[in-house]
């Protein structure tokens, strides 16, 4: 397939960034209207959730019923839709702001469906993806290092959800960039999962459970960081140094490529998470929290890129592969869901009890997984 126009891949690059921003600042909004008092602590992980999986279905949703025509139009409503839900957001709390929590995710879905669109059709989807993943880490890292120190400063919260509108109409104009249509893709490109195995749905309910194990953590952080004796804006530093850590963790896999083996990355670092979660439990220096919850930053990127390696070597035709997006969204929003029936407004404890189980066995599966590989003989194929 051509590649698109630097215009137009650029702009669609720029519309996917807007709508995952949320995914890295959900401490800091969330945090905030927390303590603003327009959600419980309990809340926190249903908001996060609803948006999230909202985004995910949205996503999904779109791309089997919409047709890549008229994407200007298509695109220049969404942004708008997703920008007056930031501005919404402004006036309502509770019930009322998760739901329109989650029409702000259906939008960010649409937004989302094309930039996946244009990374699927490129001539280099690899290329464009780590463009992607790096533009995005980044553009989080800014916000959540920025928004604390400036706006929210005087504004609150709000302040912050006023600028996240006006970034989505930033979004609006540069769909203005976006390329009329996409063409279609091949039949052989949208084969469904039916065809997978049962070490393929294995290697798949690890991917879910080990992003559950990272959401259910990354969304309670703010509350944790208090606990632990941190100021409100030193929690949100906490997660703009995690952030920063994400940009170093995905080059670091980058820089890596396919040379090590998959599954003793993942396990690896999951050994290495179990320890650092058991560090956040144990009520640490204020130090020692922004040191543990930087490692937890790195890993996250790092790791991401080695759960499309394992896919791939358990199933070389890459259907299951195809299936990782998924896997992840849903376990972004099962994570925080599970974790907010388990917490209280002051104790967040019961996160981490369910984040260290949704790790544990998503290590569990990936040991047997590897097991099995070894038994059956499977190589490793050229990422």
């Not at 019930?95 to 029409?103: D, K, Q, T, V």
């Not at 941190?230 to 995690?242: F, K, N, P, R, S």
């Amino acid at each position: 397939m051509n590649a698109l126009p630097t215009r137009a891949g650029v702009a669609l690059q720029y519309i996917g960034v807007v709508a995952l921003l949320i995914a890295g600042l959900q401490p800091v909004i969330l945090g905030g209207l927390a303590g603003a008092g327009r959600l419980t602590v309990p809340q926190i992980g249903v908001a996060a959730t609803a948006e999230l999986l909202a985004l995910g279905l949205a996503c999904g949703i779109a791309a089997a019923l919409l047709k890549p025509s008229a994407m200007r139009i298509k695109l220049a409503a969404a942004c708008v839709g997703h920008a007056l839900c930031n501005l919404g957001s402004l006036w309502v709390s509770g019930g009322e702001l998760i739901a329109l929590r989650s029409l702000t995710g259906v939008f960010a879905g649409i937004m989302l469906w094309a930039t996946i669109g244009m990374i699927a059709r490129s001539t280099h989807p690899e290329r464009q993806a780590g463009i992607f993943v790096t533009v995005q880490t980044l553009a989080q890292l800014l916000l959540a290092a920025v928004l604390p120190r400036t706006v929210m400063v005087e504004g609150g919260v709000n302040a912050a959800l006023a600028c996240l509108a006006a970034i989505s109409l930033t979004a609006a104009v540069a769909a203005v960039w976006a390329p009329p249509a996409l063409r279609p893709l091949p039949k052989a490109e949208t084969a469904g999962a039916g065809s997978l195995t049962p070490l393929a749905w294995a290697g798949l309910a690890a991917v879910f459970l080990y992003m559950a194990f990272i959401v259910a953590i990354w969304v309670y952080l703010e509350p944790l960081a208090l606990r632990v004796g941190l100021t409100a804006a030193e929690a949100q530093g906490a997660v703009a140094a995690a952030l920063a850590m994400q940009v170093l963790g995905g080059a670091a896999a980058t820089f890596l490529g396919g040379r090590p083996s998959p599954p003793a990355v993942l396990i690896g670092a999951g050994l290495i998470n179990l320890g650092l979660l058991a560090g956040l439990a144990a009520s640490p220096t204020a130090t020692a929290f922004m040191g543990l919850v930087a490692a937890f930053g790195f890993l996250w990127l790092f790791v991401l890129p080695f759960h499309t390696a394992l896919l791939i070597r358990i199933d070389p035709t890459r259907h299951a592969a195809m299936q990782l997006g998924a896997a992840q969204l849903l376990g972004s929003s099962a994570g925080p869901l599970a974790a907010s029936l388990l917490v209280g407004d002051s104790d967040v404890a019961g996160a981490m009890r369910l984040a260290g189980i949704c790790l544990v066995l998503a290590l569990g599966l990936i040991v047997v997984v590897a097991a099995r590989l070894r038994r059956i003989g499977k190589a490793l194929p050229a990422a």
